[in-house]
């Protein structure tokens, strides 16, 4: 049996399973931490930031990415602080600046109260959770998808030659993606790259 | 070339070297650093081995390419040994003069010695240069003594004695202590104190443990680390030998930008050398100890000198920090402990081992020890890299060794710490320099950039362009980097364009909290530092740009007007005839009028218009005057009285 860790989190007395990570010991205590970046099946990435929460040292404080912060004896947690929900506004009025109709970022603006229109619209609805690429790398194993270029410029982009032989009989990427940019991007290699019927 | 096997072997070889080398034999050394080689400093050193040879001197006169002496306002330099006569702005033609004059008749050639340009004064030698003279030079002392390219030449100076020492005559805990005494704090940026991180990577249960020296230096405007690796690679060798012993390490790496192609071929060398003569590879010295060093070219990515992109990258995936909570000393490369430090902490190594602790830290602040290398750029009048023990003040630097601010301009600000650095106001002057000063002060030391800004600088325009330069270098992992500091770019845009609003501020404040607090890596983290200590010192400079459309420093584009003065105008033409878009109404005796509407601002009937008329100003928050009706252009000139 493996060694156990006992935490607080949100005042709740949480008993956890040593190299867990927080993110893991509160949902399954039935605490809600939202993510956008995370997948049970892969490696965090630790991305989005949307799943910060305080970590309470009594005299201090920190923060910290609960989807890679793992559980220790005696951690006090708090994942709705006023500067943890501020943080994750702010997090939210810049991803929809991408995608401000996306149901699933919609429902946490409500939720955080930001304003999906703060800032000006970007042409691309593409958030970068990496969700698409991580799934089709680290499960399918296939690598049909991936980034190109850096920063603000960086973009997923199908290898046509890849797509055309493994996505029609797989697609299992598609209701990942939080804002259907994916699935945009597929019908735009396929249409160019290997259109139907061909 | 010997294999040195033991420690005996290392000193027998360097009294045959001493025993070889007459210190009187005359020596020209010319600085062929980067710097001064773009001045053309390898024609130089043509120049003069022909020189020499016509002159027939050539059998007793040695010339010497150095490492970069750091002067490289007044390059090319040249140092002639005995003597130490320096000259300053050599070029070719004056090679002859200098061989017949100050080789063949001992004596000084006074047009091309350092004159101080307040006083007057000259300096003979470059100990006597103000630009020198307030230094403290003991990582790059050695720069200007030896040929980069020479191991002899290091070795002859005392070069691996250190390393000789810590093999043979210190245990590994012993180096360990000695460099924690020390108290030598990471020069790379964060000020991490170098013992420290070692003693965790050593006490790690991990068996196998790497050391990596940090070359990725992508500051603009930072040459610190370039320097070193050009000019004294072996130094920075012998440190991290040194370092992999202390902390049980036997495989090293360098990760240097490919974009220093020099660095790397000197380092390169340095490598093959050592291993020829023994100090690398197995029982170095006799001591049972073996290391081995790779070389990792980087790509081009700022964001690799992140510890863990670094290490990323040296794997061989994408360059992207690591989002885990454990120190790479613990779990690094390859998930094992790795201690990486930077060039310029790495060179700090063997003068610790060899001069000791007590030494290293006789100078400096209580929390900042030894001295630490800056690169003086911007408005300047002494552009270029200074070493300078800790604690100095700004003023100091910028004054006594920059001297000062050249065209009679006044200083603005001062840049430290790279674009994720502050920048700090004149009444900031006095501060002493060290890691947690400058911190306090808003600013950070980082790696060592250093750029000053005088009145024509706009402050918000400084923000924009380091944020711009971050933004372009985020590698785009996390939202608060990627997507913030691209709204933070926008807004700073719009501010410099006039399209700024009473809420920015707010929002680029707000924004910076986001990033400082919720980013994955260091980039991130510190990349709202210029725009948050310009808001601290600056903010009139802001509310100008977004009340008024007005920017202060007359610098922003879209906010300033030219106009032609017509009581100053004398209608010379020079500014009609250089304006790229024809914008310039005039002739010949008619003042000259800029038609506002064609005019694309770019400032070049400004910056021709001859000093004595000065008729050409900018103007911003102002309308621009009325252009004088048609019949009042007309200039009457006195005729000339015949002598």
Redesign the interface.
């Known amino acids: 049996m493996s060694e156990k860790v006992t935490l607080q989190i949100d005042g709740k007395t949480v008993e956890a399973e040593a190299g867990m990570t927080v993110l893991e010991a509160a949902r399954a205590a039935g605490i809600d931490i939202p993510t956008l970046c995370h997948h049970e099946k892969l490696e ?7 799943c ?1 929460v305080e970590l309470d040292y009594g005299d201090w404080q920190r ?3 609960s989807c ?3 559980v220790e004896e005696g951690l006090v947690v708090n994942t709705r602080t006023e ?1 943890v929900d ?2 994750r506004k ?2 939210l009025e ?2 929809m ?1 991408h995608a401000p109709d996306a149901p699933q970022l919609d429902a946490l603006a409500t939720e955080y109260g930001a304003n999906p229109r703060r ?2 619209q970007d042409a691309s609805f593409c ?2 959770c990496g969700l698409c690429v991580r799934y089709c790398a680290e499960v399918k194993r296939k690598h049909v998808v991936g ?1 190109i270029d ?5 973009e997923i982009s199908f290898i046509p030659e890849i797509a055309a032989k493994e996505c029609n009989d797989c697609k299992e990427c598609f209701p990942l993606c939080p804002t259907s940019y994916l699935q945009a991007a597929f019908v735009l290699v396929e249409s160019l790259a290997f259109p139907r019927g061909e | 070339m010997p294999l040195l096997k033991t420690p005996a072997e290392l000193e027998t070889f360097r009294s045959e070297l001493a025993a070889r080398r007459d210190p009187e034999t005359p020596c020209i050394s010319i600085c062929a650093g980067t710097g001064c080689l773009a001045y053309g400093a390898a024609e130089l050193i043509t120049a003069f081995r022909e020189e020499l040879k016509k002159q027939g001197l050539d059998a007793e006169v040695d010339t010497r390419g150095t490492g970069c002496h750091g002067f490289c306002e007044r390059g090319p330099v040249v140092v002639i040994h005995p003597g130490e006569t320096c000259y300053l702005g050599v070029k070719t033609d004056d090679v002859p003069e200098i061989v017949s004059t100050t080789i063949g008749e001992k004596k000084i050639v006074d047009r091309l010695v350092y004159q101080d340009p307040a006083t007057g004064e000259s300096a003979v030698r470059e100990e006597e240069i103000g630009f020198y003279k307030h230094q403290q030079r003991h990582l790059l002392a050695n720069n200007t003594r030896i040929d980069s390219k020479s191991i002899d030449d290091y070795i002859a100076i005392g070069g691996y004695s250190a390393l000789c020492k810590a093999l043979t005559g210190m245990s590994d805990v012993e180096v360990l202590e000695e460099v924690k005494k020390a108290n030598l704090r990471g020069r790379g940026g964060g000020g991490f104190p170098a013992g420290r991180k070692w003693e965790g990577s050593r006490n790690a249960p991990e068996k196998t443990k790497y050391v990596i020296i940090n070359a990725d230096e992508g500051d603009p405007g930072a040459f610190m680390d370039r320097t070193l690796l050009e000019g004294n690679p072996h130094s920075i060798l012998e440190g991290l030998i040194i370092g992999g012993y202390a902390i049980g390490a036997n495989q090293g790496y360098i990760y240097v930008r490919q974009e220093y192609p020099l660095a790397v071929a000197n380092f390169n060398r340095a490598l093959e050398q050592a291993e020829e003569f023994g100090f690398l590879g197995e029982n170095i010295l006799g001591s049972g100890f073996d290391f081995t060093v790779d070389v990792h070219k980087g790509a081009g990515a700022f964001v690799c000198g992140e510890s863990t992109a670094l290490m990323t990258a040296l794997e061989g995936r994408v360059g992207e920090p690591r989002p885990k909570y454990v120190r790479s000393n613990i779990k690094g490369l390859y998930n094992r402990p790795t201690v990486l430090n930077n060039v310029e902490t790495w060179a700090n190594v063997p003068l610790i081992i060899n001069n000791g602790a007590d030494w290293f830290t006789s100078f400096g602040t209580e929390g900042s020890k030894g001295t630490k290398i800056f690169s003086l750029v911007g408005k300047i009048a002494n552009t270029g890299l200074v070493e300078v023990p800790m604690g100095i003040t700004l003023r100091d630097i910028i004054f006594k060794i920059g001297g000062g601010i050249p065209d009679g301009k006044q200083f603005k600000a001062v840049q430290t710490g790279g674009p994720s650095g502050g920048c700090l106001p004149e009444n900031m002057l006095d501060l002493e320099v060290g890691f947690d000063e400058l911190t306090e002060a808003g600013s950070m030391m980082g790696s060592g950039g250093m750029i000053v800004m005088d009145e024509d600088t706009c402050m918000v325009d400084v923000a924009r362009y380091f944020i711009h330069f971050l933004t372009d270098e985020s590698c785009g992992k996390c939202v608060p980097c990627r997507e913030g500091l691209r709204q933070i770019d926008r807004i700073l845009t719009d501010i410099t364009e006039g399209r700024g609003t009473e809420a920015d501020i707010a929002t680029l404040e707000e924004l910076s909290e986001l990033a400082m607090e919720a980013s994955l890596c260091a980039l991130g983290k510190s990349a709202p530092n210029p725009l948050l200590s310009t808001l601290q010192y600056f903010r009139e400079e802001y509310e100008a740009h977004i009340r008024d459309k007005r920017c202060p420093a007359l610098s922003c584009k879209e906010l300033i007007s030219f106009h032609i003065d017509p009581a100053k105008c004398q209608a010379c033409l020079i500014c009609m005839r250089k304006c790229p878009v024809d914008a310039i109404d005039g002739g010949k005796n008619r003042i000259h009028v800029i038609l506002q509407d064609k005019c694309t601002n770019c400032g070049t009937c400004f910056d021709v218009c001859p000093k004595k008329f000065s008729a050409v100003v900018k103007l911003s928050g102002e309308p621009v005057p009325e252009p004088i009706p048609e019949e009042e252009r007309v200039i009457v000139r006195k005729k000339k009285k015949k002598p």
């Open positions: 965090p990435l630790g991305g989005c930031r949307l910060m923060h910290v990415v890679v912060f793992t500067k501020r943080m702010g997090i810049l991803l600046a800032f000006p958030i970068h980034f850096r920063g603000i410029r960086k």
